[in-house]
């Protein structure tokens, strides 16, 4: 009797054992190859899995393919988590287990070695979502001006702001959409950005020659995008750098949609934040940027969230080229357009 009882509970252990790993091993997940450049979360926004649900499951099913800080290693094939096994990890994790076991340090390749390792600030941002446009981009360098021997495109100086500004979004914990991306250039410090053409969209497709596809496929992407994060705080800004007669000295200025109440909010608030640094580290020179409805703007027009589009300066101008040639003016006009934006979150929540 005491023989038959051991042997039935050995069946069963094994019967038990055998549905757990069936459990296990009968889940199929899809594969995809890293890129040169992908981060954990730029692979998972660009599959349409959102990081906050999916990030420990993916570090979980991937574990031993990781490299330091989790990082990804370029043309190896990972496994993404399902719905069903971010639903699981929810249920395992409690509300405080979930918080705490945020990673405390982001490592996002496409900021460039010198940038890579984002430390999270703060939460001021969880739960906002925001869409970040750099202006031409791929065979449209935009507008060009002259500084000295060198020549400077609207695209490339536009980019660099716009990634510093998706860096310290991310510091403070909100999801960010690089819609255009270099795969390379990352975070730049020098002052002449050598100019190039292998910017993608954020699904990897070629950036086209056409003016009105190009404009077409990036609203076409931030819409697609929109709708995975319905519910949520969402907006847009779309980055550029204006052309106008070499003597012509302009300030930072912004338009939006004429009927977007939180686009004009939006631009509102940052414009009030311009004006409060220039008031105190330029307490002699007036702040001249303006806020401006303009909704025959494709990008303003079309998107689907509240879009704010910005224009650093005259790409022309001498004293404007200074605002973007040198690299910490460069990260203050991020700095600054995060600013403006914590405090629209906040008055809208």
């Known amino acids: 009797m005491t023989l038959n009882l051991k042997a039935l509970r050995i069946v069963l252990f094994v019967f038990a054992l055998f549905l757990s790993a069936s459990t296990l091993f009968g889940q199929s997940y899809p594969k995809v190859i890293a890129q040169s450049g992908d981060g954990i979360y730029l692979l998972l926004r660009r599959h349409g899995l959102d990081p906050s649900e999916h990030l420990k499951p993916f570090l979980e099913l991937n574990q031993e393919n990781l490299g330091q800080d989790n990082s990804l290693y370029a043309g190896r094939t990972y496994l993404l988590p399902t719905a069903s096994t971010a639903a699981e990890a929810a ?73 510093r500004l998706a860096r310290r979004l991310m510091e403070h914990s909100a999801t960010v959409y690089m819609i255009i991306q ?53 907006r847009m800004l779309s980055i550029h750098i204006d052309s106008r007669s070499k003597g012509q000295n302009i300030d930072v200025f912004f338009y939006h949609h004429e009927s977007s109440a939180p686009g004009l909010a939006l631009a509102q608030r940052i414009h009030e934040v311009f004006t409060t640094k220039y008031n105190r580290h330029q307490p002699n020179r007036e702040y001249f940027g303006t806020v401006t409805p303009r909704s025959s703007l494709y990008v303003v027009k079309y998107s689907h969230p ?12 001498d004293k404007d080229q200074r605002r973007f040639i040198i690299p910490n003016n460069r990260q203050a006009l991020a700095n600054w357009l995060c600013d403006g934006i914590i405090a629209d979150y906040k008055a809208s929540n």
Do not use: C, W
């Not at 703060?122 to 446009?133: M, R, S, T």
């Not at 002449?192 to 609203?219: A, C, H, W």
């Not at 509240?306 to 101008?317: A, W």
């Open 182 to 234: 270099d795969p390379d250039d990352g975070i730049r410090d020098e002052n002449i950005l050598k100019m190039d053409t292998d910017e993608v969209s954020y699904f990897g497709r070629p950036i086209p020659y056409d003016q009105k596809q190009r404009l077409r496929n990036r609203v076409a992407d931030v819409n697609q995008l929109y709708l995975k994060h319905k519910g949520a705080h969402q």
């Open 306 to 317: 509240p879009t704010v589009f910005v224009e650093l300066g005259n790409i022309k101008n």
């Open 91 to 163: 249920v395992e994790s409690s509300p405080v287990e979930k918080a705490t076991s945020s990673p405390a340090v982001l490592v996002e390749p496409l900021f460039g070695k010198s940038y890579e390792r984002v430390e999270i600030k703060d939460k001021q941002l969880q739960g906002a979502v925001y869409y970040l446009i750099a202006g031409h981009s791929g065979p449209d360098p935009g507008a060009i001006g002259k500084y000295g021997a060198y020549q400077l495109s609207e695209d490339e100086y536009a980019y660099d702001v716009t990634i």
